[in-house]
C-alpha cells in the first residue's frame, strides 16, 4: 500500500513537467491565407480565434511577411499576445499567383506538422487573400475562416465541387496520371463566394474552369449520387411534343432541370490506346423543371433523354477540348489507363506530351426515371 | 537445469486466455508503421504480402504447438538445455534474453517517439519512459495472472479503434490497387519477411506454455490469435495503400496513426491526439508481457530471486532508452532487432523441431 501511495504521488509529480497550454492564452488559427508579394517574399494572413473573457472581440485577423509559412507564423506571433497554434487549421487559402509558381514547396510544412489535421481543405483565390480575409461578411460564422471552409464543407458535401481536403490533393498530385483540383474563390461585393474550378498542372495552377463546367468534369471524375444541373436545348428540338401549338411559352430555348442524379462513369481504351480512350456515363435522375409545355409521353421522354445525352456530350467535348489546351488531365484518363494495362504502362512523360492528342469518345445514356406530381 | 517446470494450481490459466496472449503481444508498435513498410517492399502488392506471412506464422504456431508437446510441463529454457547440454542451452538462452530485452527497449522508444511527434514535442524521453516502467513495473511484480489480466483488459479496451478506420475506408481510392501483381515474387516474399517485425512476440507461447491449464486445447485460441493479427495488418494496410497516394506513403513514418488524422467526431475534432494517447493501452501489454519473459527468463537460468531482478532490468532499460536520442539511431535499432528476431523467432523453431525428431528417431534405433 504504501509503495502504491508512493507511485502515484510521484506520478502526480511527474505531469507538472508537461508543458500547458491554457486556453485563454492561446490564438487558435482557423484559416491562413498566403499571397505573394514583392516577387518571391510570402504574405500570410492569419485568422486567429481567442478566447479573452474580456473581450467581446473573439477573433482577429493578423498579416505578417517571411520567406516560409512557418516563418509567417513566427513572425505574426510578434504581432500578438496570444500564442498562435495551428492545430485547428482547416483552410489554407493561396492566391493565384503563388499557386502558379507550384504549391507543394508551400505546402510542405501542411504534410510534415502532425500538429495539422488532414482535415484541413484547400482553396485558390483569384484575389488577393489578404482582402478575402478581411471581408466582414460572413453571416452567421464566428469569423471568415469558418465561414470560408463551411462554404467548401458544404458545397463538397451537395457535391457541387470535387473533394478539394489536404490529402486529396496531396494524393492527386503525386499519383501518377491523374491533375488534381481545387475550388477557385472570389469575391463579389465584398462576399467570398466559389468562382469556379482551378486546374493544376501537377502542382501548379494554370487555369480556371467555370462554374459550369464543374459539374462536367465531375461526371467523369467520380461516381456521384443526389447532384443536379441543368442543361438548355435549342428551341426546335421537341416540337412536335408540344401539348399547344401556339403557347407563348414555346418561345425560347428549352430549359430543362434536372436532380437526384447518380451517374456511374467506366473508362475503356480502345485497342489498348491510351490517346484513345471511350468514356461509359450512365445517369438515373429525375425530372424537375421544363421550360416549355410537353406533353410527356413514352416517346417524348425517350426523345427528351435523346436530346439531352446529345447535348451533354457537345458540352463535354466541349471541355476535353479546354483541357487538352491547358495540357492538364483532371479526369485521371492516364491513371485509368495505367490501372487498366499491365504492360506499357505509361510514364509521368509520355502522360503529360499524349494529353493534347487525346480524342474522346462519349457513350452517355441518360434514363429520366420520374417527372414529379404532374404529367 | 530441469527441462520441465512444476506448476500449482494457483499459478496456472486457462488455454482460453493464450488468445488474449498471443494477440496483445503481436499487436503493438509494429502496427504504426507496418502498410509503409510493406509497401517499400511489395508495392501495392502488399496484402499478398501479409497473406502469405499470415499462412507461415500459422505453421510455426504449429511447429512451436509440436515441439512443447514433445515435452510434459517445458519451457524454451529448459528444452534448449534438454537438447544442446547446459552450455548451448544457457548460450542460447542468453541470447533470447538479450533479443527480448532490446525488443522492449525499441517498443518503449518507438511509442515515445511517437508521442514525441504527435503530441509533446517538448516532453522529455527520460520521463515518459519512467512513466511506462513504473506501469511496467508495478504490473509484473503482480505476477503472470496479472500480466495476463492486463492484457485481456487492454485487449477491449483498444479493440474498439478498429472501427474509427471506417472514415478513411470512405476516402479510399481502389485504382491504387490497380494492376495487380505488379511486383515481382520476390519482392512480395521480402514484404511477408519484413511483416515479421510486427508479429514478432509470439514466442511468448514457448515461455507460457507450462502455466497453461489445459494444455490440450491450446490450438485453437494461438490460431485464432494469428488470424486476428493478420487481418488487422491486413485492415491497416489495404486502407493506407488506398488512401495514400505511392509517394505520400513512402514519406509517411506511422502511416496507421497518419490514418486517424482524417477521423474527426463533434466531440472530439481531432480524434488523432486520443488514438496516439490510446495507443498507450496497445503498448502496455505488450511491455508487460516482454518483461515477464525476461524476468521469467532470468530467473530460471541464472536462479535470480525476487523483486531485485525486475528493478535491475527497469534501470538497464531507463539507460538504455536515454541512450538513443535520434530516431535514426532508434530505427537501426529495431531494424536489428527484427532481423535478429525474424531468424530467432521464424527460423529457430524450425531447427529445434528438426533436432527433437532426430534424436527421437536415435533414441528409437538404440532402443531397438
Given at each position: 500500500m504504501k509503495k502504491i501511495t508512493i507511485i502515484i504521488c510521484l506520478s502526480l509529480l511527474c505531469t507538472g513537467c508537461i508543458p500547458k497550454s491554457y486556453i485563454e492564452k492561446l490564438g487558435i488559427i482557423t484559416a491562413v491565407g498566403y499571397d505573394l508579394v514583392e516577387d518571391s517574399k510570402l504574405e500570410g494572413t492569419l485568422v486567429v480565434f481567442q478566447f479573452d473573457p474580456t473581450s467581446s472581440n473573439t477573433s482577429q485577423i493578423i498579416t505578417s511577411k517571411a520567406e516560409t509559412s512557418k516563418g509567417i507564423r513566427y513572425q505574426a506571433n510578434r504581432l500578438t499576445s496570444h500564442r498562435l497554434v495551428s492545430g485547428q487549421v482547416r483552410l489554407a487559402l493561396y492566391q493565384d499567383k503563388l499557386a502558379e509558381k507550384g504549391m507543394l514547396k508551400y505546402m510542405d510544412t501542411l504534410a510534415r506538422d502532425a500538429k495539422i489535421s488532414d482535415l484541413g481543405y484547400l482553396a485558390v483565390s483569384n484575389v488577393p487573400t489578404s482582402e478575402l480575409m478581411k471581408s466582414n461578411l460572413s453571416e452567421d460564422a464566428p469569423n471568415i475562416g469558418i465561414y470560408l471552409q463551411s462554404l467548401i464543407e458544404k458545397s463538397i458535401k451537395n457535391q457541387m465541387i470535387p473533394d478539394s481536403l489536404i490529402n486529396i490533393f496531396l494524393r492527386d498530385v503525386h499519383d501518377l496520371g491523374i491533375d488534381p483540383v481545387l475550388p477557385m474563390l472570389s469575391l463579389n461585393d465584398d462576399k467570398p463566394y466559389i468562382h469556379g474550378l482551378s486546374l493544376f498542372q501537377d502542382d501548379k495552377y494554370v487555369s480556371m474552369l467555370d462554374e459550369k463546367d464543374i459539374f462536367h468534369l465531375m461526371l467523369m471524375r467520380q461516381r456521384s449520387e443526389d447532384t443536379e444541373f441543368q442543361l438548355d436545348l435549342p428551341s426546335e428540338s421537341l416540337k412536335e411534343y408540344y401539348k399547344t401549338e401556339n403557347s407563348n411559352m414555346n418561345d425560347g430555348t428549352l430549359h430543362v432541370s434536372l436532380n437526384d442524379l447518380r451517374n456511374r462513369t467506366s473508362f475503356e481504351f480502345i485497342d489498348g490506346d491510351f490517346t484513345n480512350p471511350k468514356v461509359k456515363i450512365k445517369m438515373e435522375g429525375r425530372l424537375m423543371e421544363i421550360t416549355k409545355d410537353i406533353d410527356l409521353k413514352d416517346q417524348a421522354i425517350k426523345a427528351l433523354e435523346k436530346e439531352l445525352e446529345k447535348q451533354l456530350t457537345d458540352r463535354l467535348e466541349q471541355l476535353v477540348d479546354k483541357l487538352k489546351e491547358k495540357n492538364v488531365d483532371p479526369v485521371g484518363f492516364g491513371k485509368k489507363f495505367n490501372e487498366r494495362h499491365r504492360k506499357n504502362q505509361l510514364t509521368e512523360e509520355a502522360w503529360r506530351s499524349q494529353i493534347p492528342e487525346l480524342d474522346v469518345t462519349f457513350d452517355i445514356e441518360i434514363k429520366l426515371l420520374r417527372h414529379g406530381i404532374t404529367e | 537445469m530441469n527441462a520441465n517446470i512444476t506448476v500449482t494450481k494457483s499459478q496456472s490459466v486457462r488455454a482460453f486466455y493464450l488468445f488474449f496472449i498471443i494477440h496483445t503481444i503481436q499487436i503493438g508498435a509494429g502496427l504504426m508503421g507496418v502498410p509503409r513498410i510493406l509497401f517499400l517492399e511489395a508495392g501495392s502488392d502488399a496484402w499478398v504480402s501479409i497473406l502469405i506471412g499470415g499462412l507461415y506464422i500459422h505453421f510455426i504456431a504449429w511447429i512451436m504447438i509440436l515441439i512443447l508437446r514433445e515435452y510434459e510441463n517445458a519451457d524454451i529454457l529448459g528444452i534448449q538445455c534438454d537438447l544442446f547440454?547446459?552450455?548451448?542451452?544457457?548460450?542460447?538462452?542468453?541470447?533470447?534474453?538479450?533479443?527480448?530485452?532490446?525488443?522492449?527497449?525499441?517498443?518503449?522508444?518507438?511509442?515515445?517517439?511517437?508521442?514525441?511527434?504527435?503530441?509533446?514535442?517538448?516532453?522529455?524521453?527520460?520521463?515518459?519512459?519512467?512513466?511506462?516502467?513504473?506501469?511496467?513495473?508495478?504490473?509484473?511484480?503482480?505476477?503472470?495472472?496479472?500480466?495476463?489480466?492486463?492484457?485481456?483488459?487492454?485487449?477491449?479496451?483498444?479493440?474498439?479503434?478498429?472501427?474509427?478506420?471506417?472514415?478513411p475506408v470512405t476516402y479510399m481510392d481502389w485504382g491504387h490497387f490497380l494492376p495487380v501483381f505488379q511486383s515481382s515474387p520476390l519482392e512480395i516474399l521480402k514484404g511477408s519477411q519484413k511483416m515479421t517485425y510486427t508479429v514478432l512476440g509470439m514466442e511468448v507461447l514457448l515461455f507460457v506454455y507450462p502455466y497453461i491449464e489445459n494444455k490440450k486445447k491450446i490450438a485453437v485460441p494461438v490460431h485464432l490469435a494469428i488470424v486476428l493479427t493478420t487481418f488487422l495488418i491486413l485492415l491497416v494496410t489495404v486502407v493506407s495503400i488506398g488512401y495514400f497516394s505511392d509517394y505520400q506513403l513512402r514519406e509517411t513514418v506511422w502511416a496507421t496513426l497518419s490514418l486517424f488524422k482524417i477521423v474527426s467526431f463533434s466531440i472530439i475534432e481531432r480524434f488523432d491526439f486520443i488514438?496516439?494517447?490510446?495507443?498507450?493501452?496497445?503498448?502496455?501489454?505488450?511491455?508487460?508481457?516482454?518483461?515477464w519473459i525476461l524476468l521469467h527468463?532470468?530467473?530460471?537460468?541464472?536462479?535470480?530471486?525476487?523483486?531485485?531482478?525486475?528493478?535491475?532490468?527497469?534501470?538497464f532499460l531507463f539507460i538504455g532508452s536515454i541512450l538513443f536520442e535520434y530516431r535514426m539511431s532508434v530505427n537501426q535499432m529495431t531494424d536489428l532487432t527484427a532481423q535478429v528476431g525474424f531468424y530467432l523467432v521464424f527460423v529457430y523453431p524450425l531447427f529445434l523441431y528438426l533436432v527433437l525428431q532426430v534424436r527421437k528417431i536415435w533414441r528409437k534405433r538404440r532402443a531397438s
Open positions: - | 547440454g547446459a552450455f548451448f542451452g544457457k548460450l542460447m538462452g542468453c541470447i533470447f534474453i538479450i533479443y527480448i530485452f532490446f525488443i522492449l527497449l525499441s517498443v518503449i522508444r518507438n511509442y515515445i517517439e511517437v508521442v514525441q511527434v504527435f503530441i509533446f514535442p517538448e516532453i522529455p524521453i527520460w520521463l515518459m519512459t519512467l512513466f511506462l516502467l513504473f506501469l511496467m513495473i508495478y504490473c509484473v511484480s503482480g505476477g503472470l495472472r496479472v500480466v495476463i489480466g492486463t492484457c485481456f483488459l487492454f485487449f477491449f479496451l483498444t479493440i474498439w479503434l478498429v472501427f474509427t478506420i471506417y472514415t488514438a496516439v494517447a490510446i495507443w498507450m493501452m496497445v503498448i502496455i501489454p505488450n511491455i508487460v508481457l516482454f518483461c527468463s532470468v530467473k530460471r537460468m541464472f536462479n535470480f530471486q525476487g523483486k531485485r531482478s525486475l528493478y535491475v532490468i527497469a534501470v
